[in-house]
């Protein structure tokens, strides 16, 4: 069965076309800042890690982890392996972090190691790389019940390192399993095609083991593939299928064997080699087919027409078909090459024309292309084209400069996919062009459920829950930032993007010191007028900045309702953004 081609549907109430931009506002905000007793354990990138993925998944990685399932609290790792917590219950009684687990390993032995990642999986279970590529099920009692002791319930090791993106609890038949989405950026052996990594999902189940009720083992373990990293990935709560939105596609490399539909899948998509290569000039085309084991001159049998050929190795039809042009079939000839090679060589009648294909509709084939060719053309097409942005400025009408262009008018070359894998074969079941809606963010709302996405739509930051029950409306709109998509294209410097999870206001951080924080429109206390319009302003929407007291980049970003939270190598920062829920 195809994927459904879907499209997002929003609603018109949640936008406002009246919206008059943001109003900066002077009023000061409550900062508060706390001394870490250890550094952040901030893993840099190394020199062998100089892609543009490895700065999307590792450089700029979050460190700070909010707690979804209990408001106001965050972790982070040290560089002394320990996970340590603050739950804030009152801003002017602010405690120390507390440690709460430790890693059985040091890790900072390991040179090839990653950033350490956590995520929260529910009320009571979390999982845990060290990011040596070694997976932790930890299980931590109600963590709102404080002290709560963390129990290692499962490790083991998974390979090359890796961070966690994802998890979710699943509980069937009282039988309780973990699903875990785990991200690497491997070395491509063979395609060296553009940058020489491959971005790698693994989707790993740990359940518990049914001879003994107090131990996990892994039960299921899926690959996907893809060329860059998602800036989106979640897998369904009931964990029935997985949703990614990238700018490259994700292929199925390996689905668990336990499957048979999925194995099928897996077999249909391999990657087949082409049974022929070929290449042309303007007199003549060049095809070579690879020789059977064995087969002598006697087994190869060529039949050359003016319209028509076919090739027979060992009595088997490997190739027949109506040419797409008319040959010299009487200066037609075919040799046995060194390499266990057939090559044929193709006399043109029409000179200089040029085929697009061998055979009429045969894809068995990929053709070659002559470099000296390739130039050829491009020479010829040299006159609509130029290295330069405006190379003839006084001409009468000149075309589009692209240097007066902002940086919120250009879009990605690339569009982005949002696609939904079905969780037992990984066929892709729903995609969404995304066209030219830039991702900016994503946001827990409801732990319960998945992640939300903000997308930008026109000028407007537009929030969706996915809803993996509804199948025929699968991404709801439920919120939206007025203006925000074209706003936060103007700060260069950004590093992170967040929400609070009732909508009240988003917030954006730059790689060192400032905060910018844009509320939701808010009534006015006072009476105000626009002075183009003659009309009275009921609401407005107020921006305000925080400088942190610092010099240290910013490592990580997290907002709830009430705070914002600022992680820097050696402090942490409370930023009081709401007074009440």
Excluded at 326 to 347: A, Q, R
């Amino acid at each position: 069965m195809e994927a459904a081609n879907c499209s997002l549907r929003v609603k018109r109430p949640l936008l406002d076309p009246r919206f008059e931009g943001y109003k900066l506002s002077l009023e000061p905000l409550p900062c508060y800042q706390l001394e870490l007793d250890a550094a952040v354990a901030e893993v840099k990138l190394r020199d062998d890690q100089y892609t543009l993925e490895h700065m999307h998944a590792f450089g700029m990685y979050n460190y700070l982890h909010c707690d979804a399932w209990y408001q106001d609290s965050v972790y982070y790792i040290d560089n002394l392996g320990r996970i340590m917590n603050l739950t804030v219950m009152l801003d002017t009684a602010l405690g120390k972090p507390r440690e709460v687990f430790r890693l059985p390993t040091d890790v900072t032995a390991y040179d090839n190691r990653l950033c350490a990642s956590i995520h929260f999986t529910s009320p009571t279970w979390v999982t845990l790389s060290d990011g040596t590529g070694r997976l932790y099920v930890i299980g931590t009692g109600d963590r709102g019940n404080s002290p709560e002791k963390w129990e290692l319930m499962f490790n083991e090791e998974l390979g090359n390192p890796f961070i966690i993106i994802h998890s979710v609890s699943l509980l069937d038949a009282e039988e309780h399993s973990i699903a875990v989405l785990l991200l690497r950026i491997e070395k491509e052996e063979l395609d060296m095609k553009g940058s020489g990594f491959y971005v790698s999902l693994e989707w790993v189940t740990v359940s518990k083991k049914k001879e003994d009720n107090t131990k996990y083992e892994i039960t299921k373990h899926h690959v996907l593939r893809g060329k860059s990293v998602p800036h989106y990935a979640a897998i369904e709560p009931s964990g029935n299928g997985l949703m990614i939105v990238s700018y490259k596609s994700f292929t199925v490399v390996s689905v668990d064997p336990n499957s048979e539909e999925s194995m099928d899948e897996d077999k249909s998509e391999k990657i087949k080699e082409p049974l022929y290569y070929w290449q042309q000039t303007d007199d003549d085309l060049t095809v070579t087919v690879r020789l059977p084991e064995n087969c002598a001159k006697e087994d190869i049998q060529i039949q050359f027409l003016p319209e028509n050929i076919t090739i027979m190795l060992k009595n088997v039809q490997v190739l027949e078909g109506r040419l797409y042009s008319s040959i010299d079939h009487e200066s037609s000839t075919w040799t046995i090459k060194e390499n266990d090679g057939l090559e044929i060589s193709l006399i043109k009648k029409s000179e200089g024309l040029m085929w697009p294909e061998l055979v009429v509709g045969d894809k068995q084939g990929e053709l070659i292309r002559d470099p000296a060719q390739c130039a050829a053309i491009a020479e010829r097409l040299m006159h609509l084209t130029s290295d330069e942005l405006n190379p003839n400025p006084e001409k009468e009408k000149p075309p589009c400069n692209a240097q007066e262009l902002e940086e919120c008018d250009l879009f990605f070359e690339e569009s982005s996919s949002l696609c939904r894998f079905d969780g037992n074969t990984l066929k892709t079941t729903h995609v969404v062009n995304l066209g030219s809606n830039q991702y900016l963010f994503s946001v827990i709302v409801d732990p319960k459920e998945m992640p939300c996405f903000c997308l930008r739509h026109d000028v407007d930051a537009l929030l969706w829950q996915p809803h993996c029950s509804k199948h025929d409306d699968m991404w709801e709109h439920i919120a939206t930032f007025n203006a925000l998509g074209y706003v936060q294209a103007s700060k260069r410097d950004k590093k992170f993007f967040a929400c609070a999870p009732n909508y009240s206001y988003a917030a954006l951080c730059e790689c060192l010191r400032r905060v910018f924080i844009y509320r939701q429109p808010t009534p006015m206390s006072t009476v105000l007028y626009n002075r183009k319009e003659g009309r009275h302003v009921g609401q407005v929407a107020k921006q305000q900045v925080a400088s942190l007291e610092t010099n240290d980049p910013i490592l990580g970003f997290q907002a709830t309702n009430e705070r914002l939270f600022v992680l820097t190598t050696k402090n942490l920062f409370l930023i009081k953004v709401n007074t009440e829920n």
